[in-house]
């Protein structure tokens, strides 16, 4: 009988690919995501795979849903949170509520339960800036932002019911991931919105802050690598041990596309001093020694099938450009 599986954020940019890997791996898939009164399913509406996955919708900051939900599966995979940086100065308080009491809710349910296993998912900004490259899972904890701040806050309460309650928690700790179906509002989509349009120029942010960029694809195998490796009680990162810089970044996507554009800085775009991360650069040395998992895409080919998908699904970047000034 299939392992019956729980995605948190399972509609989600990762979550939704993560669905549909994991049903493709033989998994029995739940997709937890945000009610909505339209039952929109968001990026599982159109899936390949619809109709061999449930979909049940809730909110993670209430326990009675997320106890519901959990109820009867035996691996739980935590995507859902706020994620969107800039949104976390203005409503800090939001960020708390989903992210460190939308993870409680998890942990307390999945606890209940008993639970054979729950993966809750950190993430590369709760290093901050580098302190010494390639990161790996020893180096210090900053919190540069609110969001930041509520995933470090978040992985300390999972990391304490595995030490205090033998609950079976795994942390995995993914650099920046990108591919199709990520939002217009992250920079890889938002440049290449920007590379398609009729501008000249290209706005961005700080230029200088490095990221290590993993596909899609890449970082769900990595997720379901973890499921079979005896990671308890520890992060994990997932990168791929390279590094580019947004210009850079910028420059190879005007490439891939064939435009020729300028790329400037917008100071409206820039983050607070003090809580601009300067680079993140993984040390993956651990998932590749623990488990059979390496990055499959290089940059240029991930970067070039986002593009596409991007250019086959106009409509997506102009709804959620509609509300958003890039």
């Known amino acids: ?59 993670i900051r209430d326990y009675d849903s997320v106890q519901n939900a959990v109820k009867g599966k035996q691996f739980i995979l ?31 349910a999945a606890r209940a339960y008993q639970t054979e296993q729950v993966i809750i998912t950190s993430t590369s900004e709760t290093y901050g800036s580098a302190q ?30 595995f030490a205090s309650f033998d609950l079976p928690v795994k942390i995995v700790r993914p650099f920046n991931t990108y591919g199709p179906r990520q939002s217009s509002r992250a920079i890889i989509p ?24 993993t596909y899609v694809s890449d970082t769900c195998d990595a997720f379901i690598d973890t499921m079979h490796a005896n990671t308890f009680g520890q992060a994990i990162n997932i990168g791929n041990g390279k590094e580019i810089s947004i210009r850079d970044l910028a420059e190879l996507i005007c490439n891939i596309i064939g435009v020729d554009k300028a790329i400037a800085l917008d100071d409206l775009r820039v983050r607070p001093e003090n809580s601009e991360v ?44 509609s509300s958003y000034n890039v």
């Not at 020893?138 to 019911?161: C, E």
């Open 132 to 161: 010494y490259v390639p990161i790996d899972e020893n180096h210090p904890k900053v919190g540069q932002s609110p969001y930041s701040a509520t995933k470090i806050a978040a992985d300390q309460l999972a990391y304490s019911y």
């Open 190 to 213: 938002n440049i290449i919105s920007q590379a398609l349009s009729n501008k000249e120029i290209i706005s961005l942010g700080n230029l200088l802050p490095t990221r290590d960029l």
């Open 78 to 108: 935590h995507l859902a949170a706020l994620i969107g940086i800039p949104y976390s100065y203005i409503s800090p308080m939001a960020y708390i509520k989903t992210n460190i009491e939308g993870t409680y809710n998890v942990l307390e």
């Open 1 to 59: 009988m299939s392992k019956k599986v729980l995605v948190t954020g399972g509609c989600g940019f990762i979550g939704s690919h993560l669905v549909e890997s994991l049903v493709e791996s033989g998994f029995d898939v739940t997709a937890f995501d945000r009610y909505n009164s339209d039952s929109d399913h968001y990026h599982l509406a159109n899936s390949k795979l619809k109709g061999e996955f449930e979909v049940i919708l809730g909110d």
């Open 278 to 321: 300067d680079r993140l650069l993984c040390d993956n040395s651990k998932i590749t020694n623990l488990t059979k998992w390496f990055p499959k895409h290089s940059l240029k080919d991930g970067l070039t099938e986002t593009i596409e998908w991007f250019k086959a699904n106009k409509l997506h970047l102009l709804e959620e450009l």
